[in-house]
């Protein structure tokens, strides 16, 4: 498992078009960057606005980064206006481009230290001037590594010039999705207390790109300055944009709009707990008007939270479920959802989200689940040369944390067997890849290269595995066929 993580609380989230979205302001935003940079604790946060979203709906890793984020801020007009439809909207935009002048603004006096990572060399060093200039005491660093697909990046190096600058806050500009799965790849490793992804932020503050002016900002309509600056660019985006918000606001209806008030007890829940695991139980309404009534599960084990009983689930609702697990997960504890209520499945469906958290049919499937996470963490350890083939089993969880590990065992193995022919890696119960994920496979891939007549099988992909293979584009190289 991860490290057990130190978290803040969160504060209200409402899912919306499948993203979990956080209910806070700029200045609530600005208090808790500056208490997590206080704590240490290595955390990331997102700025996400409508593309992200539309991304998320085709891209799994995607969407489940940000359910794991720390804070996902709404940085969108558009998607603000759309949160009203939930009965409870998110009470304010937090644009990054925004964010980060105020932020560092904030850690002027302190004498913050920020990292720049992208853009290309001339905007970040004007960038850093700028920033150096406007806010005296803060102290800025950067670098532009060469632009490259995620998986031809030279990370050591990047995370090396990181560790020596030892910022308090990593800013990184790789775009979306690139700079989030760079982030959730690394943030862990890097000892930064907070990873950002920012976007065009560094272009903005070299004065490379102009900002809309204010008033066009506070009407929602800074995207039609951004379209007259880069119209071949951005057009294309905002009109899929546009459409999948129209496709997926129908697609959520039924979670979006609150569900009618019905005379029946609020939710209540309670747990109980065993010497290897807590079962938590919920029934009722899980809606905005209910969560208050509900404690907080004390999440020091492995976790189940049974939703047989859930008689009906809003947005808000979904928001404190998400809330819950990511709780859980950065505490170092696994846990799922199980038994699903008609009402919590629907939902989930029509955000997409059943893709990315884990569920189980009932107590004992649960159980069993989350035994093989804390036993198969890393790589299990069954070598079998069978017929001239080396077979591993590969873990339910195949992320930055255990993917340099489990590529070092399968190069070991296969270095000592120079006789053999075929690699052979079983992905069956690998539920979740990310792209630290997709690098180990890419590295088998390259480790058979060099021995005549090799060749490589990946054995019994689950959805999400080859979602993450066909989004980066490495189903040829990997030899994954489309269904």
């Known amino acids: 498992m991860f490290p057990a993580v130190s978290r803040l609380s969160d504060p209200r989230a409402i899912v919306l078009l499948g993203t979990p979205f956080h209910d806070v302001t700029m200045e609530e935003t600005l208090s808790r960057l500056e208490e997590m940079v206080r704590r240490r604790t290595p955390c990331f946060v997102v700025t996400a606005n409508l593309d992200f979203a539309t991304q998320a709906a085709r891209d799994v890793e995607l969407q489940r980064i940000f359910v794991e984020a720390e804070l996902v801020v709404c940085d969108g007009t558009p998607l603000v206006w759309a949160s009203r439809l939930t009965g409870?909207?998110?009470?304010?935009?937090?644009?990054?481009?925004?964010?980060?002048?105020?932020?560092?603004?904030l850690g002027a006096a302190p004498g913050w230290k920020l990292f720049l990572l992208g853009g290309d060399p001339g905007s970040l060093a004007a960038a850093i001037t700028n920033l150096e200039t406007t806010y005296p005491g803060l102290r800025v660093s950067g670098y532009s590594p060469p632009f490259k697909r995620f998986h031809e990046m030279d990370h050591g190096d990047i995370l090396r010039r990181i560790q020596e600058a030892a910022p308090d806050v990593l800013l990184v500009a790789f775009g979306c999705p690139k700079q989030e799965k760079w982030i959730y790849a690394h943030y862990r490793t890097s000892g930064v207390p907070v990873s950002i992804g920012v976007g065009a932020t560094v272009d903005f503050l070299a004065g490379k790109v102009r900002r809309a002016p204010g008033w066009l900002?506070?009407?929602?309509?800074?995207?039609?300055?951004?379209?007259?600056?880069?119209?071949?660019?951005?057009?294309?985006?905002?009109?899929?944009?546009?459409?999948?918000?129209?496709s997926q606001m129908w697609r959520e209806r039924s979670a979006i709009f609150r569900p009618p008030e019905i005379a029946e007890p609020g939710a209540g829940g309670h747990s109980q707990a065993d010497e290897d695991f807590q079962t938590i139980f919920w029934k009722g309404q899980l809606v905005a008007a209910t969560l208050a009534q509900l404690e907080p599960p004390s999440l020091t084990k492995p976790f189940v939270i049974d939703l047989s009983n859930v008689s009906a689930i809003d947005s808000s609702g979904l928001g404190h479920l998400l809330g819950t697990l990511r709780r859980g997960w950065a505490a170092g504890q696994a846990g799922c959802f199980c038994s699903l209520s008609e009402p919590v499945r629907h939902v989930l469906a029509a955000t997409r989200l059943d893709r990315v958290v884990p569920v189980a049919a009932g107590i004992a499937g649960a159980r069993d689940l989350l035994a093989q996470e804390r036993a198969h963490w890393y790589l299990r350890p069954i070598v079998d040369a069978l017929e001239g083939s080396l077979y591993f089993v590969m873990p339910q969880k195949l992320v930055g944390a255990n993917a340099g590990t489990c590529g070092d065992a399968?190069?070991?193995?296969?270095?000592?067997?120079?006789?053999?022919?075929?690699?052979?890696?079983?992905?069956?119960?690998t539920a979740f890849m990310d792209s630290?994920?997709?690098?180990?496979?890419?590295?088998?891939?390259?480790?058979?290269?060099?021995?005549?007549?090799?060749?490589?099988?990946?054995l019994h992909l689950q959805s999400?595995?080859?979602?993450?293979?066909?989004?980066?584009?490495m189903d040829v190289l990997l030899g994954v066929n489309t269904p």
């Open 88 to 105: 409870k909207p998110l009470r304010e935009r937090v644009a990054g481009s925004d964010l980060v002048p105020r932020l560092a603004a």
């Open 464 to 473: 999400n595995v080859r979602n993450v293979i066909q989004v980066a584009r």
């Open 436 to 458: 630290s994920g997709l690098g180990l496979l890419i590295r088998c891939r390259r480790l058979i290269e060099s021995r005549p007549g090799a060749t490589l099988a990946l």
């Open 217 to 246: 900002g506070q009407l929602g309509l800074e995207w039609i300055y951004r379209l007259a600056q880069e119209p071949r660019r951005l057009l294309g985006r905002y009109a899929g944009n546009l459409t999948f918000l129209a």
């Open 410 to 429: 399968v190069t070991r193995e296969w270095d000592a067997r120079p006789d053999l022919r075929q690699l052979s890696l079983d992905l069956g119960a």
